[in-house]
């Protein structure tokens, strides 16, 4: 191996599929890119395991609802063999000797085992989380702007923001910049009184991550799932 061998644009620690899906837009932008993965194989989460003869699943990551169809495109997956099936929205049961809460469809579209009161409640809470998450979506596939020399692209996408939130309306509006960055125990605290409910979307808010419910911008994780 020569000197020029040892010459990266870009090293990637870990074959996961972030790590894959970093690596490979790195090297499609001709950039010279090293990955480094300590397992035998590649997909981290995302590998296919056989934990039983016949009996083949994702390792953890049995969830596809947030592979963003850029990515397909970007990286030619379904050139390269991906097929998706598509299927009915997983629920959400959160189990209780008071019996069991199901969240059902598009992300809690239909609650059951809550009372009357609790699901609307919660109809109105789910919302108002999906206003706010409409005006947050285009952040998921938008580079960061460099705010020392933003180009018109930039200053157009963030004018697209403003625009967003204005259109929420006074209320919504304050109402948004108020719990961006809270932490969802006080949210789910403050809107909701059934503790299965407000467990399950806690747990799923911070599914995943480093978080707890009590940890700032924890309700981000809410937000994304939606």
Do not use: C
């Not at 009996?55 to 609802?65: E, I, K, P, Q, T």
């Not at 009915?88 to 609650?111: I, M, N, Q, T």
């Amino acid at each position: 191996m020569t000197s020029s061998d040892l010459n990266w644009d870009a090293i990637v620690i870990g074959g996961g599929h972030n790590g894959l899906v970093a690596a490979a837009t790195l090297a499609k932008s001709g950039r010279k890119v090293l990955l480094l993965e300590a397992g035998k194989e590649l997909g981290g989460a995302a590998r296919t395991e056989e934990f039983a003869p016949g009996f083949r699943v994702s390792a953890v990551a049995h969830l596809l609802n947030h592979l963003h169809p850029d990515v397909v495109k970007t990286l030619e997956l379904e050139r390269h063999g991906l097929t998706i099936e598509r299927g009915d929205f997983v629920p959400s049961v959160a189990l209780s000797k008071d019996g069991p809460l199901v969240l059902h469809g598009a992300y809690g579209e239909v609650l059951t085992g809550a009372s009357p009161s609790e699901q609307s409640a919660w109809k109105e809470l789910r919302a108002q989380l999906l206003r706010h998450a409409g005006v947050l979506k285009p952040f998921l596939s938008r580079r960061p702007p460099d705010l020392a020399g933003m180009s018109l692209g930039e200053m157009t996408g963030l004018g697209q923001t403003a625009l967003a939130l204005k259109r929420l309306g006074k209320e919504d509006m304050r109402d948004f910049l108020r719990v961006l960055l809270m932490n969802v125990y006080d949210l789910l605290d403050e809107q909701l009184s059934d503790d299965r409910l407000k467990g399950l979307l806690a747990f799923d808010a911070t599914l995943g991550s480093h978080l707890g419910p009590r940890s700032p911008t924890s309700l981000l994780g809410l937000y994304y799932r939606l």
